[in-house]
Nanobody, 123 residues
Framework: QVQLVESGGGLVQPGGSLRLSCEAR????????MSWFRQAPGKERALVAY????????YYTESVKGRFTISRDNDKNMVYLQMDDLKPEDTGLYYC????????????????WGQGTQVTVSS
């Protein structure tokens, strides 16, 4: 059973940067697209970014394009999210997970979520 551990969140002013890390402890890491989800206050958890097994393909939701960068290190079972030029609307609880596709949409692949890491962007 995979274990997901997110870290790196915190309180930052608008325009600042944070780098989130996720350790995925399991046997299927390198075979999976990995992703970051965000749950903003009062909203549902939504996909922010994903990256393919060998980093050839990345996806970002429109609101973070040009500001966020997802990366991974398969040898270390790590996924990262570099967040630059942070905005108040980026505030939320960030989770990592593998993703799978069905009908042109992407969904979390692993039923067990980590605790997430809180990102708060405020002046």
């Amino acid at each position: 059973q995979v274990q997901l551990v997110e870290s790196g969140g915190g309180l930052v002013q608008p325009g600042g940067s944070l780098r989130l890390s996720c350790e995925a402890r399991g046997l299927t890491f390198s075979a999976s697209y990995m992703s970051w989800f965000r749950q903003a206050p009062g909203k549902e958890r939504a996909l922010v970014a994903y990256i393919s097994q060998f980093s050839y393909t990345t996806y970002y939701t429109e609101s973070v394009k040009g500001r966020f960068t997802i990366s991974r290190d398969n040898d270390k079972n790590m996924v990262y999210l570099q967040m630059d030029d942070l905005k108040p609307e980026d505030t939320g609880l960030y989770y990592c997970n593998a993703v799978r596709t069905r009908g042109g949409n992407w969904y979390p692949a692993w039923s067990s979520w980590g605790q997430g890491t809180q990102v708060t962007v405020s002046s």
